[in-house]
């Protein structure tokens, strides 16, 4: 699939040295490039071509700069990622673009194999944002449409059919429970613990697509997400730590009108072969695309056995990452179900 990438600079011979250095990748329909002079022409050039993949963009411009361009783009799409390229590659600078949303900064003269490098990472990372936000919604589609609207286009045989669709995946599952909601909402009208919830839950789940995973169902005040493919241990545990970050921000800036409610996160991932299917009943014509098996339970005992604001993993899971995250033994554990005491972790960061 053709990748297209709009180029925002004001220098007028960079357009010519792209198509020179990527002119045999051009000439294989494998990136289309569009180019603008500053921010403010690139932003008619997204409006115009939606579908852009990835920005690559200087600071210094007439009319807009980079940095104002950064801003703009995160409202307009949160999809496309940017890379800046600047001659500008002080650290205040490189810190500022990526508080503004930068994927990642190159800097000039250009070496044009790292850019193309850089290229393929960020593309690479659109597009798992794509599959994920694809996947989110067949799953809610298949959860809100049960009735005879749509379960009319299919008949018994096909449904059952696909009830038995499955296979064996390598992923990562992570339980996110919101410590003692359940008792704020006892005290606090129906309709204000439903918004107060959504904030939450809306807050955790963009952390959760930004590294690539996808909700699998909220339970009660819960979140069960799943991250699969490449590095899936390590993204469900960025994921985690920004979950947790971001509901204390939540609290740190509380929403006017809503209870003095403290929310602290408690959070089990494990990692392991596990079954991906659709679970559901013929009879009722529902389904549920999720995932199954003894490494998604041992993920929920392990949140329910970590206490507000701890991400618990097990020994096996922090050993596959212990040179890229800090945790500290937590000593062994019963759990239900299990036959010996777990060792586990909790992360650090």
Same mark, same amino acid.
């Given at each position: 699939?053709?990748?297209?990438?709009?180029?925002?600079?004001?220098?007028?011979?960079?357009?010519?040295?792209?198509?020179?250095?990527?002119?045999?990748?051009?000439?294989?329909?494998?990136?289309?490039?569009?180019?603008?002079?500053?921010?403010?022409?690139?932003?008619?050039?997204?409006?115009?071509?939606?579908?852009?993949?990835?920005? *690559?963009?200087?600071?210094?411009?007439? %009319?807009?700069?980079? /940095? @104002?361009? &950064?801003?703009? !783009? =995160?409202?307009?799409?949160? #999809?496309?990622?940017?890379?800046?390229?600047?001659?500008?590659?002080?650290?205040?600078?490189?810190?500022?673009?990526?508080?503004?949303?930068?994927?990642?900064? *190159?800097?000039?003269?250009?070496?044009? %194999?790292?850019?193309? /490098? @850089?290229? &393929?990472?960020? !593309? =690479?990372?659109?597009?798992? #944002?794509?599959?994920?936000?694809?996947?989110?919604?067949?799953?809610?589609?298949?959860?809100?449409?049960?009735?005879?609207?749509?379960?009319?286009?299919?008949?018994?045989?096909?449904?059952?059919?696909?009830?038995?669709?499955?296979? @064996?995946?390598?992923?990562?599952?992570?339980?996110?429970?919101?410590?003692?909601?359940?008792?704020?909402?006892?005290?606090?009208?129906?309709?204000?613990?439903?918004?107060?919830?959504?904030?939450?839950?809306?807050?955790?789940?963009?952390?959760?697509?930004?590294?690539?995973?996808?909700?699998?169902?909220?339970?009660?005040?819960?979140?069960?997400?799943?991250?699969?493919?490449?590095?899936?241990?390590?993204?469900?545990?960025?994921?985690?730590?920004?979950?947790?970050?971001?509901?204390?921000?939540?609290?740190?800036?509380?929403?006017?009108?809503?209870?003095?409610?403290?929310?602290?996160?408690?959070?089990?991932?494990?990692?392991?072969?596990?079954?991906?299917?659709?679970?559901?009943?013929?009879?009722?014509?529902?389904?549920?695309?999720?995932?199954?098996?003894?490494?998604?339970?041992?993920?929920?005992?392990?949140?329910?056995?970590?206490?507000?604001?701890?991400?618990?993993?097990?020994?096996?899971?922090?050993?596959?990452?212990?040179?890229?995250?800090?945790?500290?033994?937590?000593?062994?554990?019963?759990?239900?179900?299990?036959?010996?005491?777990?060792?586990?972790?909790?992360?650090?960061?």
């Amino acid at each position: 699939m053709k990748a297209k990438i709009l180029v925002v600079d004001d220098e007028t011979d960079l357009e010519l040295l792209i198509k020179q250095k990527f002119r045999r990748q051009i000439r294989e329909n494998q990136y289309e490039f569009v180019f603008a002079k500053n921010g403010v022409e690139a932003l008619v050039k997204l409006q115009q071509q939606p579908d852009i993949d990835v920005v *690559l963009s200087d600071i210094n411009m007439p %009319e807009m700069d980079g /940095l @104002t361009l &950064l801003t703009k !783009l =995160s409202e307009l799409s949160p #999809l496309i990622k940017t890379v800046i390229i600047s001659a500008y590659g002080d650290m205040d600078n490189i810190r500022m673009a990526m508080n503004r949303g930068a994927y990642d900064f *190159l800097g000039k003269p250009i070496n044009f %194999e790292d850019l193309e /490098l @850089t290229m &393929l990472k960020t !593309l =690479s990372h659109v597009a798992q #944002l794509r599959e994920t936000l694809q996947a989110i919604k067949e799953n809610n589609i298949l959860r809100m449409y049960v009735d005879e609207t749509v379960l009319n286009f299919m008949s018994r045989r096909e449904f059952e059919s696909s009830l038995m669709t499955n296979e @064996t995946v390598e992923a990562t599952v992570v339980f996110i429970d919101i410590c003692g909601f359940t008792a704020m909402s006892e005290r606090e009208p129906a309709d204000v613990v439903v918004q107060l919830l959504n904030s939450y839950f809306d807050a955790m789940a963009k952390e959760i697509i930004a590294q690539g995973g996808y909700v699998d169902k909220f339970i009660g005040d819960a979140i069960m997400a799943v991250f699969r493919g490449d590095f899936h241990l390590d993204r469900a545990i960025e994921a985690s730590l920004a979950a947790r970050a971001c509901i204390q921000a939540i609290y740190d800036s509380p929403l006017p009108g809503l209870p003095d409610f403290k929310p602290e996160v408690s959070i089990g991932i494990n990692s392991g072969e596990m079954v991906s299917g659709n679970i559901g009943s013929a009879t009722l014509r529902r389904l549920d695309y999720t995932v199954i098996g003894d490494a998604v339970n041992l993920a929920q005992r392990l949140q329910a056995a970590a206490k507000p604001g701890q991400i618990i993993l097990s020994e096996a899971a922090y050993d596959r990452v212990k040179e890229s995250f800090h945790g500290r033994p937590m000593g062994e554990i019963p759990l239900k179900n299990k036959a010996n005491p777990v060792k586990i972790y909790e992360m650090i960061g």
